[in-house]
C-alpha cells in the first residue's frame, strides 16, 4: 500500500528556486518540498561566485542584456533575457529582505559587486565566495519556520502523475506526483493542484563534474515522459576551473578568481588564453574551457594552473575563504603558488521548454531554475545568471499559481503497482551501465564533437535504455535504478540535440562543423509517446 499526502503545491527540489517559490506561496498555500538527500543538499549550495544583477549606477539594464546576449552566441531569447534582467534588483531586494548576508565594502557600508568572464560591469552581488551557501541556509531556515511548509527528505521522484496518465479524458494537467522513500523503500503519492519541478541539472551524466551527486537530469526526464518539450540540450556548459585532485573529487574554484586577477598557467608557467581571446582569463566559460581542454590534449597533460599568488595573501584569504580553505586542506596554498585545474561539467543551459510564468506544457505542471529553459542562456550561460534566472522565474511562477489558485484537485490517484516486480539479483548492471554511460558521454559528447563520436555515443545509448527499461519493468525500482534511468533518458537527449545542430556554436563544438552559422534557432525536442 502507498502512502497519500495531500497539499495544495508539490515542489521537488529544494535549492533557490523551489525554495523561492515555496516562501512566495506558503502564506496562502500548503507546500510539500521533496527532496532526493538531505534538504540542504543540491546545486545551490555549492554556488561560489554570486548573483548577476544591475544594482550599480555605473551599470545598465541594457548593458547585462548584451553581456547575456553575447555570452549566449546570440541564440538567447531577447525577451526573456529583458524579462530577466529587468527583475534583476528586485529579485536581489527580495533576498535581502530574506536575510541574505550579501557582502559589503564596511560595515553599514555599499554592497561589494565583482566581476565574472562575460560582464562588461562589476554585477556581482555575493557572500564573500560561498553565496550560494548562504542563500540556501537563509532560505531554507525561514522555510522551515513556516507552518505551511512540509519538508519531505529522502523522497525520490518517480514521476508525474497526469490526468492523461489516468485515462481522463481533457486538457492533460499534472494532479501529483510518484515518489519512493529511501528510508524504508515505500512508494508515496504526493497530491498536488500544482507540481513544480525545481530539481537541478543534469552534469552527472558525465564522468567529470563539478555539480553533488544529486544532479542526475531528474526533472527534465520527468517532464519528457510526461509529453513537455525539451530545448537546447546539446548545450552543457563544461567550467573551466575545477581543483584537479583524487581526493576533492572536482572542487569548483570560482570563476570569481579570475575575475580579481587569476592567471590561467601551463605546466611550465607559460600564460595561453592571449592565443584563444582577446579577453584572455575573462572570456566566457565555453572560449576558457576549450582553450584548457586543448592545451591539455596538446601537451598531454591532466590539468593546468591557475594563478593567483601575485595579490597580497590578505586579499585572497578575505575574498576567496572557502576556496582557500578548501585547497589548503588538500596541500595547495594559493597564496603562495598555483594550484592545478581541469574543466568539469558543469550547469545544463537547455532543458524544459518553459513561458515566462515558468509554466510547461503540461497545464499545472511548473519548471524552475536549472530544469528549465527559459531562453535566458542561449549557447551558454553568462556566469552568476543563473541564481538570478531561479528567483526571478519561481517568483514570475508563484505570481501565476495565486492568480489560478481556484482549482480543486479532487482525482484520485492510484497506488503504486508493484504486483508484478521482483527484488534484483542483479544490481551489477545498474552499476556497469552506470559507468558506461557517463564515461561514453565524457568521451564522445564532452567539450569538442564530432559526427563519428556522436554516432557512437546514440548506438550506446539506444542500448542501454532498452536494457534499463527491461530492468526497470521487471524489477522492483531503487534510487540507482531511477537515477541511471533518467541520465540515459537525458543522455539520449543530448545526443540527439547536438546531431542536429550542424554548426559549432557557443558549448556545442564540433570538429566537423567548425564554423558558426549566420542564422540559428534553438532545439526544440517533441515526445512522440509519452506516459
Keep these: 500500500m502507498s502512502r497519500h499526502y495531500k497539499h495544495d503545491i508539490v515542489i521537488i527540489g529544494a535549492g533557490a528556486a523551489g525554495l523561492t517559490l515555496a516562501l512566495e506561496l506558503a502564506d496562502h498555500h500548503r507546500v510539500a518540498i521533496l527532496t532526493k538527500a538531505d534538504i540542504r543538499e543540491g546545486s545551490t549550495l555549492y554556488a561560489q561566485g554570486g548573483v548577476a544583477a544591475v544594482l550599480s549606477d555605473k551599470d545598465t539594464i541594457d548593458s547585462h542584456i548584451n553581456d ?7 541564440l538567447g531569447d531577447p525577451e526573456a533575457i529583458r524579462f530577466t534582467v529587468e527583475h534583476s534588483k528586485e529579485s536581489i531586494d527580495w533576498l535581502i529582505e530574506q536575510g541574505v548576508p550579501f557582502t559589503r565594502y564596511g560595515e553599514g557600508e555599499e554592497y561589494h559587486l565583482t566581476k565574472e568572464g562575460g560582464h562588461s560591469h562589476r554585477r556581482i552581488i555575493h557572500s564573500a565566495d560561498a553565496t550560494g551557501l548562504a542563500i540556501s541556509k537563509t532560505l531554507i531556515k525561514n522555510a522551515s519556520n513556516h507552518p505551511n511548509i512540509e519538508f519531505f527528505p529522502d ?23 510518484y515518489a519512493l522513500n529511501s528510508d524504508d523503500d515505500v512508494i508515496e503519492v504526493f497530491h498536488g493542484r500544482f507540481v513544480s519541478l525545481a530539481c537541478g541539472g543534469s552534469s552527472k551524466v558525465y564522468l567529470y563534474t563539478s555539480n553533488p551527486d544529486t544532479a542526475s537530469g531528474d526533472g527534465i526526464a520527468m517532464a ?8 537546447n540540450m546539446e548545450f552543457n556548459q563544461f567550467h573551466p576551473t575545477c581543483l584537479y585532485d583524487a581526493k576533492a573529487k572536482t572542487f569548483l574554484i570560482s570563476e570569481a578568481v579570475r575575475g580579481e586577477g587569476g592567471k590561467l598557467l601551463l605546466p611550465d608557467g607559460t600564460r595561453f588564453m592571449a592565443k584563444f581571446d582577446k579577453r584572455e582569463e575573462l572570456a566566457p ?8 581542454d586543448h592545451e591539455m590534449k596538446r601537451l598531454g597533460v591532466h590539468h593546468v594552473l591557475l594563478d593567483i599568488s601575485h595579490k597580497d595573501p590578505e586579499f585572497i584569504k578575505e575574498h576567496f575563504p572557502t576556496i582557500y ?12 603558488g598555483p594550484i592545478p585545474v581541469v574543466p568539469a561539467a558543469h550547469y545544463t ?14 497545464e499545472n505542471l511548473y519548471a524552475i531554475g536549472e530544469t528549465a529553459y ?11 545568471n543563473s541564481l538570478l534566472e531561479c528567483i526571478v522565474f519561481a517568483r514570475s511562477a508563484a505570481h501565476h499559481i495565486s492568480e489560478n489558485h481556484a482549482l480543486t484537485n479532487d482525482i484520485s490517484i492510484p497506488d503504486w503497482d508493484e504486483s508484478k516486480v521482483t527484488d534484483s539479483d ?39 535504455l532498452s536494457e534499463i527499461q527491461e530492468f526497470y519493468t521487471n524489477y522492483k525500482i531503487s534510487n540507482d535504478l531511477l537515477e541511471l534511468r533518467n541520465l540515459a533518458m537525458v543522455a539520449d537527449l543530448i545526443i540527439r540535440s547536438a546531431m542536429s545542430r550542424k554548426e559549432s556554436r557557443g558549448l556545442h563544438f564540433t570538429l566537423d562543423y567548425p564554423n558558426k552559422q549566420t542564422t540559428s534557432s534553438p532545439t526544440i525536442l517533441t515526445p512522440k509517446n509519452t506516459d
Design 68 to 74: 547575456t546576449i553575447d555570452a549566449g552566441v546570440e
Design 155 to 177: 523522497r525520490v521522484a518517480i514521476d508525474v502523475v497526469t490526468t492523461k496518465k489516468l485515462g481522463i479524458a481533457g486538457p492533460n494537467r499534472a494532479v501529483g506526483v
Design 224 to 231: 519528457w515522459r510526461a509529453g513537455c518539450r525539451v530545448a
Design 285 to 292: 566559460r565555453d572560449i576558457v574551457a576549450r582553450a584548457i
Design 325 to 336: 580553505k578548501r585547497c589548503l586542506e588538500y596541500g595547495h596554498d594559493m597564496t603562495k
Design 349 to 362: 543551459c537547455g532543458g524544459v521548454v518553459v513561458n515566462r510564468h515558468s509554466a510547461t506544457d503540461i
Design 374 to 384: 527559459t531562453g535566458l542562456h542561449g549557447a551558454n550561460r553568462l556566469a552568476s
Design 426 to 464: 542483479e544490481d551489477v548492471v545498474i552499476t556497469h551501465n552506470w559507468q558506461e554511460l557517463r564515461r561514453f558521454m565524457w568521451d564522445y559528447v564532452g567539450i569538442v564533437r564530432t559526427d563519428k563520436r556522436l554516432l557512437r555515443a546514440k548506438h550506446r545509448v539506444d542500448l542501454l
